[in-house]
Structure formats: structure tokens, C-alpha cells
């Protein structure tokens, strides 16, 4: 089978829509449904279907096992899956939303003209890289008590704000206000509250950046404007998540998960699919355990805008409020959530798991904050170091066709191994230098694993979901700068 292409598995339902059938793989209760263009289908593997299927055997899984149109092997679940389980009759699984639990998307504006900055990107981008820690282990020059942390883990970009990091109006503008309020910081153990203490306000390393951009399109300028965005202007792209703090509660709860499967009888194709009855005390603690590995990426978050506005302010000698430096919206990419969803005429609440996906509410519904309710959930899009990023608003199909969710990135077609192997980071510090691009990384490995190359165009990505009517494309963004772990 892995000599054969994913296109030879699936059937075609619409433009961009195609299922898995549920005879792909013995023990299917729901067929696959992968969201993709002809041009991406060519780079799907099958090995994703096959995770996409595997997902479509556990329990309780409502309409389909879905997989974005970035989807790419991943633990478990595939890394742009969506899956959504029945409260009472479901399950909840640490491989629906992975490792690095909450990690996020934040964009913030400013009415900072691009040739205010440019000319000075190199100077700006090393004022960032020392401001704000980056880099597998970094450490924060935050250094929180005990009882601090377990706020931060209770109450997410609240705490963060209210501790002096950021204005009321970065709440609203979080996705859930910035926490989940089902955190409790006791199923915490005491290693990942060790791992988490000394992280706040870093980046760490991986695919994790921060990025100032130039505006350059405006697609819906209406849109736009209600988000405060104004073509030539400069954004401020901030990307991470729950650092060490998040991935050990994943790694816990797996080993709490792998022994629920057995005590409650569920039938696993693969191991990382290890789960709970979503109502068990197992998966309850786990739920509760993720919302604070949530929070605290949501605090994370906050942290690091508060010294960016730091940062900016001292490098152009004003203060943030005067260059609107206002955030336009903060996305989970790695989160499970109990929502409510119409499934066959009916609403009921599941167990949403987003793992590399993007919430996208459209216009009127009541999670979308009250200033952009009107236009939907503005939704996030990054690209790499060389490519646009999107910013797109939840539309009228999100919520018929994928649970109200969207893609998260470009979605990788190369492993970084083969990736270091491949590219060379000096060579491409050059290169992007010469499309004006600045680029900082703590060693130049990091910009070789994290090369353009290795990823999928996240324009083609893009177009999918705005085709769909999932979400619609509003403005576009383009690197100047980029800092990487």
C-alpha cells in the first residue's frame, strides 16, 4: 500500500472534498473526509489517510474523521485532523491534540508605515531576539512563584494581563478570552508545574517564531477595517505555545490513557490513539489538565506581546498606544473543547479535538468576540519564513462542513532530518535576505529545518478553505523579519 498514491484511496465528493471510505479500514464507524485540491492531494500520504481512518474507529466519533488540507503525519492523530466525540458516549484522546498543547497563532497591528521600519529590520529584529528567549530549553527573565503559576494555569491571558503583562482589550481578543475554564492546576503533575515555572515569555524552537510583516493585500477591505488592519502598515506575528509545561502533561496522560484504553475495553489500531471515555474520571483529568496546559500557552503568549510592545517602544521612542499596537486576535492550534454542534438536525455537545486545525466561527455566532461578531472569528494563518501568512474570518460553511474549523499553517512534506540534509541555514539566511527578508535563529540548523522548501505553499493551503467557504481570505502578510528558536 505505501507504493500506491493517497488519491488512489479516496473518493471524490466535491471540489476540494474527498472521503475515505469506511471499507479502507476494518472497524471504521465513520467514513474519512479530507478537505485538499488536486495539487495538494499529490503531496498527502497515505500513511495520513491512514491515520485519518484510524481516528474514525473510536468511539463515539461524530460524521466524519477530517483532515485539513495541511495535513501531514503526525502522533496519532494526523497533524491537521479534526474529530468530534459525543460528550456522554465519546472519548477524549491526548493524540487529538499533541505535545504542545495550545500551541498558537497571535497577530498583532500597529500603524507602524512599512518604511518607518524597514530600513531599520535588522537593528528591530535584534531588539526582539534579546528581549524575548528563544531555543530548545529557554528560560524566561520572568521567574514566577508557585501560587503564580498555578494562576496562570487557571486563568490563562487573564492572569497575565492582570499581573501587568498587557491592556484588557488583549482578553477580548483571545480566542475564549484566553483560557478555558475548565483548567484545574491540581491534575498537573508536579514535573511538567517544574518544567512550566521557568518558561514564561519564550518562544522555544522548532517551527515557533516571531515575525514583524508588511500588509501588502487587501482582500475584504470592509473586513479588514473592523480587524484594524491597513495595507503598507506592519503586523507582528507571534508563534508558540505550552513549552515544556504542555508537553509533559501529554506525556503523562498518555501513560494514564494507555491503561484507561485496557480498563474500559477500547480497541486501538494504533497505540498514540490511547483514550477515555470522555465522562471517566480519567478523561476528565486529562480534560482539565490540557485546559491548563492551554492556559498557560495563553500566557505564554501574553508575556511575549507585552515585551514586543516593550521593545518597540524603547527601539522608536513611543509608546505602543500611540503606534495602535492593539492585538487583532490569538488562535489555539492544538486544543480539544466541549462546544455544541448541529448533527443530524440536532445540537449536541462534543469533544472537539483541533490538532494542527484552527477554529473558524462565522458571522453571528456568540463566541466570536463582540467587535468582530458581525464579520466572524478572524482566523489565523501562518506561512513560513519565505511565504505569506493569511489572516482569514470564519464563513457560513465552517460550521456545516468541518465543526467550525480551518487549516493552521502550511503543513510540512518534509521531515527535518531530511530537511538539515537538504538545505544549508547560511546559504538561506542569504537567500532570504535577498528577497528582503532579515531572518535571526540560535544556530543556523534551525533556519535549515524550518526552510520554505519544506513546506507546502500555504497559499494553495489558503485557497481551500476560501474556496469551501470555511474561511475567506481577508488580508495577506508578508515577512520583513523573522526570529526563530
Known amino acids: 500500500m505505501t507504493q500506491q498514491q493517497a488519491k488512489d484511496f479516496v473518493r471524490k465528493v466535491d471540489d476540494n472534498i474527498y472521503d475515505v ?3 479502507f479500514q476494518e472497524g471504521m464507524r465513520v467514513p474519512g473526509r479530507i478537505f485538499v485540491s488536486q495539487k495538494l492531494m499529490n503531496d498527502l500520504e497515505v500513511d495520513t489517510l491512514r491515520q485519518t481512518a484510524n481516528v474514525a474507529t473510536l468511539p463515539g466519533i461524530q460524521k466524519y474523521s477530517m483532515a485539513m488540507p495541511d495535513a501531514h503525519f503526525g502522533y496519532g ?34 500603524d507602524l508605515e512599512v518604511g518607518e521600519v524597514r530600513p531599520r529590520i535588522k537593528e528591530l529584529m535584534n531588539e526582539l531576539f534579546k528581549a524575548i528567549p528563544s ?24 492572569w497575565a494581563v492582570e499581573s501587568g503583562y498587557g491592556v484588557e482589550s488583549d482578553i477580548e481578543h483571545c480566542e475564549d478570552g484566553g483560557f478555558i475554564d475548565a483548567a484545574d492546576p491540581e491534575k498537573v503533575s508536579e514535573k511538567a508545574h517544574k518544567r512550566g515555572k521557568p518558561q514564561f515569555g519564550t518562544l522555544g524552537s522548532g517551527n515557533h517564531f ?32 505550552s513549552r515544556g509545561a504542555g508537553h509533559q502533561i501529554c506525556t503523562d496522560y498518555l501513560r494514564v490513557m494507555e491503561q484507561a484504553s485496557r480498563k474500559y475495553g477500547i480497541t486501538l489500531p494504533d497505540k498514540q490513539l490511547a483514550c477515555a471515555p470522555a465522562n471517566s474520571r480519567e478523561g476528565q483529568d486529562y480534560f482539565k489538565a490540557m485546559a491548563a496546559g492551554a492556559n498557560y500557552a495563553w500566557a505564554n503568549r501574553q508575556v511575549i506581546t507585552h515585551w514586543v510592545r516593550e521593545t518597540f517602544e524603547k527601539f522608536f521612542g513611543r509608546d505602543a498606544e500611540s503606534m495602535g ?22 445540537k449536541k455537545p462534543v469533544y472537539v479535538h483541533r490538532k494542527g ?14 467587535t468582530y461578531r458581525s464579520v466572524g472569528q478572524p482566523v ?51 537567500q532570504l535576505a535577498d528577497q528582503g527578508i532579515t531572518v535571526i535563529a540560535t544556530h543556523p540548523s534551525m533556519l535549515a529545518e524550518e526552510a520554505p522548501g519544506v513546506y507546502k505553499s500555504s ?3 489558503v485557497n481551500v478553505m476560501h474556496d469551501l467557504h470555511v474561511a475567506r481570505k481577508v488580508v495577506r502578510v508578508k515577512p520583513i523579519g523573522v526570529a526563530k528558536g
Open 21 to 23: 471510505p469506511m471499507d
Open 77 to 110: 492523530f494526523p497533524i491537521g485532523g479534526v474529530a468530534a466525540f459525543d460528550a456522554q458516549d465519546g472519548v477524549i484522546s491526548p493524540g487529538g491534540v499533541g505535545f504542545d498543547i495550545n500551541c498558537g497563532v497571535r497577530i498583532i497591528r500597529t
Open 459 to 461: 497559499s494553495e493551503v
Open 135 to 158: 531555543g530548545v530549553g529557554s528560560k524566561s527573565r520572568l521567574r514566577v512563584s508557585g501560587s503564580e503559576l498555578d494562576d496562570a494555569f487557571t486563568y490563562g491571558a487573564r
Open 357 to 370: 486545525a484552527t477554529r473558524a466561527f462565522p458571522p453571528g455566532h456568540m463566541d466570536v468576540p463582540a
Open 325 to 346: 499596537m492593539d492585538l487583532v486576535y490569538d488562535v489555539a492550534h492544538n486544543v480539544a473543547k466541549l462546544e455544541e454542534h448541529e448533527i443530524d438536525g440536532i
Open 380 to 430: 489565523l494563518i501562518p506561512g513560513s519564513m519565505g511565504t505569506p501568512s493569511y489572516i482569514l474570518h470564519g464563513a457560513e460553511r465552517a460550521m456545516e462542513l468541518t465543526f467550525g474549523s480551518a487549516c493552521h499553517g502550511a503543513g510540512r512534506v518534509m521531515g527535518r532530518a531530511e530537511a538539515k540534509r537538504k538545505f544549508r541555514g547560511e546559504i538561506l539566511e542569504k
Open 210 to 241: 516571531l515575525e514583524i510583516q508588511e500588509v501588502d493585500k487587501i482582500y475584504e477591505p470592509e473586513i479588514a477595517k473592523a480587524y484594524g488592519i491597513r495595507e503598507g502598515t506592519i503586523t507582528i506575528m507571534v508563534h508558540c505555545g
